[in-house]
């Protein structure tokens, strides 16, 4: 009943008035037009700069600061939340929706099982009067069916065969990607660009056209030319990839779509690019196809805490219909931190509008592709999804207590804090450095469980964690096995003949590929580039990344007087222990290493790892840290960069630091005491000017303690850059750090 009283505030796609259409109907909603499209969004970079935040902007709160208190409030909000998604992602629509002014079925086929296949041919009453095919599956029968639009593409056309068996109609509907075709849907890829051409005026990019196409199938199914009896309060989408994407869209532009289904879409849909974007090794706004998303949006790569909206919008405009997010543990494509950090967000809105079980995340194992090929999404894949869909229309068994929420990235500071003992908590303000540093790592227990696995990667794990693609000829990876249960991988030239220096490769929050790179690589992987220049590569998922993802969800339940970082550091010596000491195991032979040249390299936390292990092993001979910290001390540009929330809470990386929140002068060691430890030993240390999880200034101060403290050393051993850029790590970045490696010869 709440969702019917709030139904006609939502704006749909068929309303033949721009007024109507866009929900302007007041002088409220007519100024906020204004305020959106003219005077606050003039200037990118002043307004950015104005509102940056590192957190996810709240959907339950205006860009001037109000709260959404009462229904009333968030009709103007959800208003404020599509127009600046309009501006910042998909460009605007056209003013008005065209007419069907004709439809003719062009093909027909009754199949052995009862189901008609069509193919029809719709006409739209646009100035050249444009037409489009559409496919049309109905099962047999004569009842009103529930419909199931989806593209074309071959993988998802199990989806529709399954869906037909259920009883539902579906709608293959013109929305194949521009870089796919497929032979039986001739035009299904292009169409879109001929509706554009139609309507000079609008901005709008690829996927929100297609999106714009899925609704007028619905329209004609909907209208008095259907050739079926479609239950209008029936009605779902599905997608894959770039499809879910454009599925979730489609979703939040038109409320007829009552379910929505949304298969690794990535970002910007499922995944805010908050929460992916280089630093994590995802899609970043300069990494869609030209077409997709609005060119302007690319402005936005390396300081992506300055959009207003992210991601997480499209749950503000589907609510509180029926959204499933079904993603993967390993998804190439989104980091299940990201995908948590969005969901939970929109989790706000359903809450507020009685509907807080219509929203989920539907994790499963594997990666981006998890099905047999040539299929790609499973068949039991396919079926948990129709699952959601019976569920939200009523028509099955299922129950929404076979869809729990199950977060992996719900750490409670609150409860950690209540489950410390008060005495373990406090360090002495004057005891060594060392001491100091070792503290904010936690107690690591006396003994490890060893958990149950296999000694090494299995051929299924090390094919869903490397990208063999990558590989350079004359590189070979071996797999290995050190410390406490860690495996990894080796990388080095073949044909080496001398012994090799050794890198221990720490990866930044990429919590869904761990040590891989994935997206932003160029050419080939950090670990690989640095193979080819005869280094000894040792690289291996940190805890709660990658296929040790599960393991960062458990950890504080097992070690509560412990850090993921403390035992992240441990890791780090053990990859120094098995190359100074051959301590651990290898699948194969390896080459002879020179263990007085062997290096921490790490990137975003792993720069952290890099930097606290190097501090605590006088084994290291070198350490490299990029866009790995900014000084705990200061907390004045917490809410641009995170400040140290991202530690202690957000990633919970070190929850001892959350003691200190609001007195952060009070925290007991800084950088500069960490960089202490670390010297003499050489250190290269890259802080890009522009790194929007970092305050510069503050990181500045920190180098000049540091070679104020210890002026020879520092003078030997410091070096520092900072690049005028933003957070990345890319190939001139890897070519640094061997030219750094080349002046310690």
């Given at each position: 009943m ?13 309303s ?6 866009y ?6 909603h007519i ?17 950015g700069q ?7 902007p ?10 959404v208190?009462?229904?009333d ?20 629509f056209?003013?008005e929706t ?6 003719k ?11 008609i ?21 109905l ?9 199931l ?5 071959f ?13 539902y ?15 039986d849907?001739?035009g ?7 509706v ?13 056209t297609k ?18 009896e479609?239950?209008?309060d029936?009605?779902?989408i ?15 532009f ?11 879409p ?30 302007s949006?690319?402005n936005?790569?390396?300081?992506e805490?300055?959009?207003?909206i992210?991601?997480h919008?499209?749950?503000g ?5 029926h959204c499933?997010?079904?993603?993967a ?10 995908v948590?950090k969005a ?18 995340i ?36 299922t129950k ?25 908590l406090?360090i ?15 107690q ?15 051929d299924a ?7 063999d693609r ?6 070979r990876?071996?797999p290995?096995h ?14 080496l003949?001398?012994?090799?220096p ?7 929050l990429?919590?869904?590929?761990g ?12 670990y ?9 590569v ?21 070690h ?16 120094v222990s098995?190359a100074?000491e ?38 290291v ?14 907390a ?21 630091l959350?003691?200190?929140?609001g ?9 500069d ?13 890259v802080?890009p000017?522009?790194?929007r ?15 104020s ?17 933003t957070?990345?790590?890319?190939a001139?970045?890897h ?7 080349k002046?310690?010869e």
């Open positions: 709440q969702r019917l009283a709030i139904r006609g505030r939502f704006m749909v796609l068929t033949n008035n721009y007024t109507q259409r929900g302007l109907r007041t002088t409220r100024c906020l037009w204004l305020l959106v499209s003219g005077v606050l969004l003039t200037s990118f970079t002043a307004f104005a509102y940056s935040r590192a957190e996810l709240p959907l339950l709160e205006f860009l001037d600061g109000r709260k208190e009462a229904l409030d968030w009709e103007e909000r959800r208003e404020e939340i599509r127009l600046l998604l309009i501006k910042y992602f998909i460009g605007s056209p003013a065209p007419k069907i002014v004709g439809a079925v062009i093909s027909e086929k009754v199949h052995d099982d009862g189901s296949r069509r193919r029809i041919r719709v006409t739209l009453d646009t100035p050249n009067r444009v037409d489009f095919e559409m496919a049309l599956w099962p047999g029968g004569k009842d009103r069916f529930p419909l639009l989806t593209a074309p593409r993988y998802q056309r199990y989806w529709a065969e399954d869906a037909l068996k259920r009883g109609a579906v709608c293959l509907f013109p929305g194949v990607d521009s870089h796919h075709r497929e032979a849907y001739p299904y890829d292009s169409v879109w660009q001929t554009r051409k139609e309507y000079a005026k609008a901005t709008w990019t690829e996927i929100s999106g714009w196409l899925a609704s007028r199938c619905i329209d004609y199914l909907l209208g008095d030319q259907s050739v079926a479609i239950d209008a029936k009605i779902a599905i997608g894959f990839s770039r499809y879910g994407k454009q599925a979730m869209i489609a979703g939040a038109d409320e007829r779509i009552s379910c929505v289904v949304a298969r690794s990535g970002s910007p849909a499922s995944c805010p690019y908050r929460f992916t974007s280089r630093n994590t090794y995802a899609e970043a706004p300069s990494d869609f196809p030209s077409e997709w998303f609005l060119p949006l690319r936005f790569t390396g300081r805490n300055e959009l207003p992210d991601a919008g499209w749950y405009l589907i609510a509180p219909r499933l997010i079904h993603t543990h390993n998804d190439g494509a989104e980091p299940t931190f990201a948590e969901y939970i967000e929109g989790r706000s809105v359903y809450r507020l509008l009685g509907a807080e079980q219509n929203l989920r539907d994790y499963r194992i594997g990666g981006h592709s998890s099905g047999p090929p040539p299929e790609q999404v499973s068949r039991a894949d396919r079926q948990r999804n129709l699952d959601w869909m019976d569920l939200a229309f009523d028509r099955g068994l929404h207590v076979e869809f729990p929420e199950q977060l992996i990235h719900d750490f409670d500071w609150k409860q950690w804090r209540s489950q410390q003992n008060t005495a373990r406090a002495a303000k004057n005891a060594p450095s060392i001491e100091r540093v070792k503290w904010s790592l936690g690591a227990p006396k003994t490890l469980p060893l958990v149950d696995q296999s000694e090494f990667f299995t794990e090390s094919s869903l964690m490397t990208h990558w590989t350079p000829r004359g590189v990876r071996v290995i050190f410390g406490q249960g860690v495996r990894g991988n080796l990388f080095f030239k073949e044909g003949v001398t012994p090799a050794v890198v221990v490769w720490l990866h930044p990429s919590y869904h590929s040590y891989n790179e994935g997206y932003g690589v160029q050419g080939t992987t950090v690989h580039r640095l193979a080819e220049n005869g280094f000894a040792i690289a291996y998922d940190q805890c709660g990344f990658g296929l040790r993802l599960v393991e960062g969800r458990d950890f504080y339940k097992n509560p007087s412990w850090s993921k970082l403390g035992r992240m550091v441990m890791d780090a010596r053990a990859a098995f100074v051959r301590r651990g195991s290898a699948k194969s032979a390896i080459p002879e290493f020179d263990i007085k040249r062997v290096f921490l390299l790490g990137y975003s936390s792993g720069a952290l790892t890099a930097m606290y292990a190097s501090a605590l092993d006088d084994r001979a070198g350490v490299a840290c990029f866009s790995g910290w900014t000084p705990l001390r200061d004045v540009n917490g809410r641009a960069t995170g400040g140290n929330r991202r530690l202690w809470e957000l990633h919970g990386l070190q929850p001892l959350g003691l200190f929140d007195r952060e002068s009070e925290i007991p060691f800084d950088y005491d960490v960089l202490g430890l670390v010297l003499p030993k050489p250190c290269l240390v802080t000017e522009h790194d999880f970092a305050d510069f200034n503050a990181i500045s101060e920190v180098i000049d303690r540091v070679r403290a210890k002026p020879r050393i520092a003078k030997g051993s410091l070096v520092w850059l900072a690049p005028d850029d957070n990345r790590f890319q001139d970045q070519q640094q750090f061997i030219n750094w490696t002046t310690l």
